[in-house]
Structure formats: structure tokens, C-alpha cells
T-cell receptor
Framework: DGGITQSPKYLFRKEGQNVTLSCEQN?????MYWYRQDPGQGLRLIYY???????QKGDIAEGYSVSREKKESFPLTVTSAQKNPTAFYLC?????????????FGPGTRLTVL | AQSVSQHNHHVILSEAASLELGCNYS??????LFWYVQYPGQHLQLLLK??????LVKGIKGFEAEFIKSKFSFNLRKPSVQWSDTAEYFC???????????FGSGTRLQVQP
């Protein structure tokens, strides 16, 4: 069963704590992305990675960090430096070559800071 | 800055009504255009996309969109909506040289039976 999985579905964090959101894909896609969704603002790009061991900041990278040690995995860490972390986080992936621009999305993780 | 505008934030329609959701993007050269849909509690799904060729593209579930280059627009249409079309709709663009999507703020569609 191919697709993108994100875990956990819901996550609660105390202020001042770092937390890591998981994103795994078995689609053999090269590129992976993290977006943040807030009501009325659409999705905004946090980080993306075109290949293993390489990643670039998106539009709102401050307070977040990522790694890309394996093709299948692109975890996102929300650090205590992120001032307003409560949001819905979506991971996406895209294949290189052919239909290169279509991104496929995971189910999301809803993070709430208490 | 490159941006995408969706002017309708919340649309309420009765079943069988026709739908048109607006999407405009800022000038930025060559673009690829998308409409995604997010049904309540479900993944973001691709409705349709435009890369090149016929500017009128057809997607899933009876949706279509028309790319009008001179107006920087990519409006989504459906002749007759159903209650099951209740969802949030996002227009998105990939600009040349940028490998990630730029999204509009979304339009929440509510279809009343």
C-alpha cells in the first residue's frame, strides 16, 4: 500500500519543548516537503529537500529544522524558537522526471502547544 | 513576491447550483497550476493540473479549470455541485525556478442539500 504516512496524527507539546514530526513515504519519490496550514492562510512552505542529505529553507523556516538521511524519511523538528507552533503540518513528496511538479500529500499532524 | 490569490473565502451553494472559484497568480514567468481539495478529515488531494496545451483542463469528480494567461487566472468550475463537494479548495502554483508550491489561502465551499 503506497503512500505518505505522518505520525502522530495529534501532538501536544508544552511551551519550551522541542518536538519531532515524522514523515515517511514509500513512493520512491526524490523530493519531500513540509508545509504548515493555518486557518485562512493556506499552506506555507517550511522546508524542502530535493535529494538525500540536502535540504533548503522555505518561506517560514525560522524555528524549524529538518534532516534527510534516507530517501524515505523527512522528519521535521519544531523547536522552542518557533513562537507560534500550533498548526496543522503537512508533508508532501514529488517524483523527479516525467510529471515532475505534482506533489502528493500525507494526512497531516495537528500540533497543539499547551 | 510571488503570490496566489483566492478571492472567495467562504462560498455557500445549494445542490445543483453552478460553481466558479477564482484564482489569480502574480506574474512570475512560466507557471504550472493546480487545484487541490481537502474534504473534511481527509488528505489534500489533487483535483486537476495545468502544465501546457489546452487551457481548459478537466479533473476528477466533474471539475474543470480554465487557464487564461492574459488574466493570470486559473478559475475552477463545476456545472452542478453536490453535497459531497463540501470541502476546502486550494489553488496552487509552481513558478519557474522554484520547486515548491505556492498556495492561495483557500476557499471553503459549503453545499446545502
Amino acid at each position: 500500500d503506497g503512500g505518505i504516512t505522518q505520525s502522530p496524527k495529534y501532538l501536544f507539546r508544552k511551551e519550551g519543548q522541542n518536538v519531532t514530526l515524522s514523515c515517511e513515504q514509500n513512493l520512491n519519490h526524490d523530493a519531500m516537503y513540509w508545509y504548515r496550514q493555518d486557518p485562512g492562510q493556506g499552506l506555507r512552505l517550511i522546508y524542502y529537500s530535493q535529494i538525500v542529505n540536502d535540504f533548503q529553507k522555505g518561506d517560514i523556516a525560522e524555528g524549524y529544522s529538518v534532516s534527510r538521511e534516507k530517501k524515505e524519511s523527512f522528519p521535521l523538528t519544531v523547536t522552542s524558537a518557533q513562537k507560534n507552533p500550533t498548526a496543522f503540518y503537512l508533508c508532501a513528496s514529488r517524483i523527479s522526471g516525467g510529471d515532475t511538479d505534482t506533489q502528493y500529500f500525507g494526512p497531516g499532524t495537528r500540533l497543539t502547544v499547551l | 513576491a510571488q503570490s496566489v490569490s483566492q478571492h472567495n473565502h467562504h462560498v455557500i451553494l445549494s445542490e445543483a447550483a453552478s460553481l466558479e472559484l477564482g484564482c489569480n497568480y502574480s506574474y512570475g514567468g512560466t507557471v504550472n497550476l493546480f487545484w487541490y481539495v481537502q474534504y473534511p478529515g481527509q488528505h489534500l488531494q489533487l483535483l486537476l493540473k495545468y502544465f501546457s496545451g489546452d487551457p481548459l483542463v478537466k479533473g476528477i469528480k466533474g471539475f474543470e479549470a480554465e487557464f487564461i494567461k492574459s488574466k493570470f487566472s486559473f478559475n475552477l468550475r463545476k456545472p452542478s455541485v453536490q453535497w459531497s463537494d463540501t470541502a476546502e479548495y486550494f489553488c496552487a502554483v509552481i513558478y519557474t525556478g522554484r520547486r515548491a508550491l505556492t498556495f492561495g489561502s483557500g476557499t471553503r465551499l459549503q453545499v446545502q442539500p
